[in-house]
């Protein structure tokens, strides 16, 4: 291996990958030993890992629901990068349909890829309740010289398609494959703050096989026809228009006359990898019956009760030739009017419009969702009915698999809060960071948060796809991570969003034990660190592209005043420790060496620049900057006590989104968990007590900007302290977990569950005058112990434990 001299990573990041792929017999997981390693940010002490299983199992199992894993096995689901089709004439939202004949069917699979969104049909009947899919990508090259962020590099490139077994949906016979488009992420060319971004204009290929009394292959060519739909205008930010007296029934079957319908044109092969799709898309998941708050004879103002994800549902007959129109708002101006302001401003308004055709109708949109609480719909008498308007939640089909409640309101609010923030932003395979203005998966928001993700939600398909998306924005010459993944713009800084690149993969490991993520990352981490090493001045992460932004911490309440470079180089640090810890699962001990070198010579770097031995803190104890300096292993117990002192004399935060993490976190991690149940149940102006006040039923981007989202999960990456601290659910290694809760004043019960990859494991605790009462239920693969008191206590699933207060 090459090594590292002074900081100065050598490249030998495509040798590791070698190592891994190459000579897998010679790298295998082996007995490792940790020394106060963190899972979720909790010291776990000394612990050994022995014999790590990597196997699927309850959670997120690889039974994959939408994929034919036989056909896939039998190279029967494999689509090639040929037979690409589009309209022959301009149209953003085309009907496609191939008629065929075949003898008693027996099996049959389909390999489908339609950009930017698909609808597939057969025989009349929809095949996938799934939406917004294939999932988002950085599909293939396109021109990137006019984003608004300086882009350049060499990147990778894949696209997603589905496949399914279709044998039920066929008949002895003539049968038709339909499939409607959209433009979704491939051909978004109306919102061009950031650059123009589309791909080009919609297009599809399929592969059908079927086996029977004749075996046949159909694919995408010239023989599929294809017509306008009633879909006149669709756009992932601004909405559709449908005008329904274009429908045409019955175009998904056999019978209907395409004799008027075009010819669909070939086009080139992509340059792409094509991979099949094993991450969850999007449904409907759940549905409002909105509140009439306002109507007069030519509108009508709605709330969903709620912030959401999702569609106004239409079911009622609009009249023929009549429009409505409705737009969307997270929030009501004084006078009770929508104001757009959070959700993209006046020029970006979320519309759908439906010109009715005299005909019961239930509609909604098919290629985009909007973000909201409100709506107001114009020329809401055009549609009869008793109750014509329903709110559809629509979302990433992603578990909930935790729950949390406690005696304080706030906390309750803020893991509701949280929940329904973190799945409103999972949309087509991404994790996003707004789910209306920007809808982008910012490489910093989703370190930051992705641990508590992976905590409460089941993440390990759309996490494992997210990270191949972390892998293919970085520049393959520079080492660069972009700020967002799939690349579409967005600003950042060079460490706390490009360390995505090391948390994300490190944490997956973590919690869902697969060490081919580790494998497939760790080259690209050291690549990464070779681009930090040049963004330096004085040993320090100083810079980013030229021309582009350098962010360190991100919306704090009051002028960021932390450094830049300050912050960075934490970033940076605790990444090379990570990376550290990687090296040693991977069997490189050489590495783990420089690594850990490299880390300890940047901590000296950041000592020398920002520590004032006279104060006793660094970069003056601005907005937290001596908990980073903590985190770190920098600081001495006066620094700690001044830390604690500070914030327990406040009654909100100072701090960004990295700043409150890692605020919570050392408070917690060194004995001040008084101070940060007081911090996260504050309730002053820059606080989440201030927010549920507000009635925010969502996390907002930011404590006091008004103008700001009101959707978006960045702070709410503290959510994971309730149960690693207040409840004190912590991992040891393996099926080992050790219950150590934080019990601080102001909190008489508590009760809340994760499930692992090894189980559920529910906690729970009362307080009563002089003793709590703890009881805990997991399954029987968990070994769980309970500290606390000075006491360690082996566990049985169920059993009440009462101990004496102290």
């Known amino acids: 291996m090459c090594p590292i001299f002074h900081g100065q990573f050598y490249s030998y990041y495509t040798m590791i990958n070698k190592i891994f792929h190459g000579l897998e017999e010679d790298v295998g997981l082996r007995d490792v030993e940790f020394r106060d390693m963190e899972l979720g940010d909790t010291k776990l002490g000394d612990m050994k890992l022995r014999d790590m299983e990597l196997r699927d199992t ?326 009869s009915g008793g109750s014509p308007f329903l709110c559809a939640v629509v979302h990433a089909d992603v578990a909930q698999t935790s729950s949390f409640r406690c005696s304080n309101e706030t906390l309750n609010w803020l893991y509701d809060a949280y929940i329904r923030t973190q799945l409103s932003n999972m949309h087509s395979g991404v994790p996003l960071d707004t789910p209306n203005r920007e809808r982008l998966g910012y490489t910093g928001d989703g370190q930051l948060g992705c641990r508590t993700v992976m905590l409460t939600l089941d993440g390990k398909r759309l996490y494992r796809k997210w990270i191949r998306d972390v892998l293919d924005c970085q520049d393959q010459t520079s080492g660069r991570v972009q700020h967002t993944a799939p690349f579409q713009g967005g600003g950042g800084g060079p460490a706390a969003w490009g360390a995505a690149i090391v948390e994300v993969p490190y944490q997956y490991y973590v919690h869902y034990r697969d060490i081919d993520i580790l494998k497939d990352s760790f080259g690209p981490m050291l690549h990464w660190f070779e681009y930090l090493e040049s963004r330096n001045e004085d040993g320090l992460v100083s810079y980013g592209e030229p021309g582009g932004w350098c962010l360190g911490d991100w919306n704090t309440t009051q002028e960021i005043l932390l450094p830049i470079p300050f912050v960075n180089t934490y970033f940076y640090i605790k990444a090379l420790r990570t990376a550290a810890e990687i090296a040693e699962i991977l069997g490189l001990p050489e590495e783990k060496k420089r690594l850990e070198e490299t880390a300890e010579q940047k901590k000296e770097i950041l000592v020398r620049h920002y520590y004032s031995e006279e104060e006793n803190t660094f970069c003056g104890g601005v907005q937290a900057a001596d908990a980073y300096a903590a985190d770190l292993g920098l600081a001495n117990a006066g620094m700690l006590d001044a830390l604690n002192e500070k914030y327990a004399a406040m009654n909100e935060f100072d701090t960004g989104i990295f700043g409150t993490d890692i605020l919570i976190r050392v408070l917690f991690q060194h004995g001040y968990a008084q101070t940060a149940y007081h911090l996260l149940t504050a309730d002053g102006p820059c606080s989440f007590e201030a927010i549920r006040r507000a009635g925010g039923t969502t996390l907002w981007e930011s404590f006091l900007d008004m103008k700001e989202s009101k959707n978006h999960p960045m702070f709410g990456a503290v959510t994971r302290y309730l149960f690693s601290n207040l409840l004190g659910i912590q991992y040891c290694g393996k099926n080992e977990i050790r219950i150590r809760p934080a019990i601080v004043d102001g909190l008489d019960y508590a009760e809340g569950k994760i499930t692992t ?23 029987e693969r968990i070994s769980p112990t309970l500290e606390y008191g000075g006491r360690v206590v082996p566990v049985s699933s169920g059993e009440r434990i009462v101990v004496e207060r102290i």
Not at 759 to 779: A, L, N, T
């Open 58 to 383: 309850e959670l997120g199992d690889m039974a994959l629901e939408n994929i034919a894993l036989e056909d896939i096995a039998l190279g029967n689901g494999n689509l090639d990068n040929e037979n690409w089709i589009q309209a022959s004439g301009p149209c953003d939202a085309p009907y496609f349909r191939k008629s065929f004949q075949v003898k008693k069917p027996d099996k049959a699979s389909i390999a489908i890829c339609g950009l930017g969104f698909y609808e597939l049909f057969i025989n009349g009947r929809k095949v996938n309740e799934e939406c917004f899919i294939p999932v988002t990508s950085d599909y293939h090259p396109r021109d990137i010289s006019n984003f608004l962020y300086p882009m350049k590099g060499t990147f990778t490139h894949r696209t997603y398609y589905d496949v399914y077994s279709i044998g039920e949906y066929l008949r002895d016979g003539y049968n038709t494959i339909a499939v409607a488009l959209g433009n979704g992420w491939y051909n978004q060319k109306d919102r061009i703050v950031e650059g123009r971004q589309s791909f080009g204009e919609p297009r599809l290929t399929f592969h059908v096989r079927i086996t029977g009394e004749e075996d046949r292959i159909i694919v995408s060519d010239e023989s599929v026809r294809w017509s306008r739909s009633e879909v006149t205008y669709n756009n992932l930010f601004f909405g559709e228009k449908h005008d329904l007296r274009l429908k045409q029934p019955g175009w998904q079957l056999p019978d209907f006359d395409d004799t008027d319908w075009g010819t669909a044109a070939a086009v080139p092969p992509l340059e792409t990898q094509l991979c099949p799709s094993d991450c969850p898309g999007d449904r409907m998941i759940r549905t409002l019956v909105p509140k009439l708050l306002y109507s007069d004879e030519s509108r009508a103002i709605y709330d969903a009760g709620e912030n959401i994800s999702g569609w106004v549902v239409v079911n009622g007959v609009l009249k023929d030739g009549q429009t409505i129109k409705i737009l969307h708002s997270d929030e009501l101006s004084p006078t009770g009017e929508l104001d757009f302001l959070s959700s993209g401003g006046d020029s970006q308004i979320q519309a759908v419009e439906y010109t009715g055709n005299g005909l019961q109708e239930t509609v909604h949109p098919k290629f985009s969702w909007q973000a909201f609480r409100y709506f107001e719909v114009t020329g809401h008498r055009n549609v």
């Open 757 to 779: 990859i090894y189980g559920v494991i529910e906690v729970s605790y009362v307080k009563h005058e002089k003793v709590i009462e703890f009881v805990i239920h997991c399954d």
